[in-house]
């Protein structure tokens, strides 16, 4: 049966024709290769999507600090000076000294200035003796008031020539003004001096002051009396509050000075050293990244790239602060997935596919 229909084929080749197209169209009708085609284009196209590491992010409150670097100082400062000229006869002290307020530090020679206050006092006493009987008699009506006032005068001029030379006598003494460290001494025992030469130099460094300069866009925020932290170049951090914030800026650079007054008890912390200073300002929720991980978007703004849903996103942010280690960045409403390998070769609105990895 087979061989015949073979021989009838084979004498009428146009029924083999009309088979081979009738399967054609059927094959056509169907669109199988269409199919087949557009799964092998959809295949290839997940398989072509470039792809990037995402780390998951939520917002975590932090406070905002403002960082200034500063140097410390003395809280006061003072050049003790000579106030009678004469010989300096002994020095009870010696640089580097701590010494208390009104303690002794030297003694000029007082010469004939003893003398000279026995004797004016005596005269003293002797027209006080005159003004009362003067003024007795005035009293009674047998003493004019030219007269009165003529005793009285003399009594003021003996008064004043005692203060006078009893100040001198005092000022005889070198004492300080404050108490503090000696940290510089000027003059030796025997040196003569004249009024208005230096004798010791004075600081008072309990408490330190370190000092700051802020710019105008902070100086607003900053109070009187508000919380400070300073960061010695030991590592050590100390405790304080801010005594000083400048009414006008510094014409050179435009920023406002600050000093910040730190407890020095045991006189650990030297004027002339740097330190760091922190103020809080305010509360923020921000998120930690590293400094790989920014980004600039055409205009230049500082962003950082998102997948969401498989497409990039760019998203500008507000740089809270930022270390060797990472930066702090606000302006999240919540949770988001940061591209953090792979930004560069990506731009917005690309279809990437995300593999996320933790912290």
């Known amino acids: ?40 284009q959809t295949a290839a196209n997940q398989e072509n999507l470039p792809k990037v590491q995402t780390t998951h992010f939520k917002p975590q409150k932090m406070t905002k600090f403002l960082t200034l670097y500063g140097r410390s100082e003395a809280n006061s400062r003072a050049v003790i000076r000579a106030e009678i000229a004469g010989e300096i006869v002994g020095v009870s002290t010696k640089k580097g000294r701590y010494v208390k307020r009104n303690a002794g530090l030297a003694n000029i020679e007082k010469n004939e200035l003893p003398q000279r206050l026995a004797q004016t006092e005596g005269l003293l006493a002797e027209r006080l003796l005159n003004y009362k009987a003067v003024k007795s008699l005035n009293d009674k009506g047998l003493q004019g008031r030219v007269r009165l006032a003529e005793v009285n005068s003399l009594l003021l001029a003996a008064k004043t020539g005692v203060k006078q030379l009893q100040l001198q006598l005092e000022r005889t003494n070198i004492v300080a003004p404050f108490s503090g460290i000696l940290q510089e001494q000027f003059a030796e025992q025997g040196d003569y001096l004249q009024v208005g030469d230096a004798i010791f130099s004075l600081e008072n460094i309990d408490p330190i002051v370190i000092r700051g300069d802020a710019t105008e866009h902070y100086i607003n925020q900053l109070k ?56 809080p300002l305010y509360p923020v929720e921000a998120i930690y990244v590293s400094p790989s991980a920014l980004a600039m978007d055409e205009q230049g703004n500082l962003g950082i790239k998102l997948v969401k849903d498989g497409i990039v996103v760019f998203k500008g942010i507000n740089l809270v602060e930022a270390d060797n280690d990472g930066a702090w960045l606000s302006g999240f409403e919540g949770s988001v997935d940061i591209i953090t390998l792979g930004q560069g070769f990506v731009k917005p609105g690309d279809r990437v596919e995300a593999i996320a990895v933790e912290k």
């Open 1 to 40: 049966m087979f061989v015949r229909l073979f021989h009838y084929f084979a004498l009428r080749p146009y029924w083999i024709a009309l088979l081979i197209t009738g399967l054609l169209l059927f094959w056509m009708l169907l669109s199988p290769a269409e199919s087949l085609l557009s799964e092998a």
């Open 224 to 279: 009187l009396g508000q919380n400070i932290s300073a960061t010695l170049l030991s590592g050590e951090k100390i405790s304080g509050k801010i005594s000083y914030i400048a009414s006008f800026a510094d014409p050179k650079s435009s920023t406002f000075r600050i000093e910040a007054e730190f407890p020095n008890p045991d006189f650990k912390i030297f004027s002339g050293i740097s330190a760091k200073l922190s103020i």
